[in-house]
């Protein structure tokens, strides 16, 4: 008997929703204070999750999300290159 195998869940700290892993972009907090969105998935620091929608983004800058989930000040030129990011990675 083979067992299905558990997909990992997250929640998007835009729209709150829980979906699977692979579904979601991670930004991260570097040991160095940079932010960063991580690809791989694998890469250390602290992570936050969000769907590949600006929309979501945008959300999560409103309220803050993404400050609350790195524990940290996040400067608006910063946002605005994580912005940009995201909007590659939706025209892809």
């Known amino acids: ?5 558990k ?3 997250r929640k998007c700290i835009g729209c709150q929703e829980m979906k699977s ?9 570097t040991p160095e204070e940079e932010l960063v ?4 998935g694998r890469k250390n620091g602290r992570g936050a ?6 929309a979501c983004f945008e ?9 609350r989930s790195l524990k940290m000040n996040i400067p608006a030129e910063i946002y605005e290159s994580l912005k940009k990011e995201i909007e590659q990675i939706e025209a892809e």
Not at 49 to 54: A, E, H, N
Not at 59 to 67: F, R
């Open 59 to 67: 959300k999560a800058c409103k309220n803050k999300g993404l400050e």
């Open 37 to 40: 969105i991580d690809t791989t």
């Open 7 to 9: 997909i990992p869940m």
């Open 21 to 29: 892993k692979k579904e979601m972009l991670r930004v991260i907090r």
């Open 49 to 54: 999750y969000l769907c590949k929608q600006s």
């Open 1 to 5: 008997m083979s067992q299905a195998r």
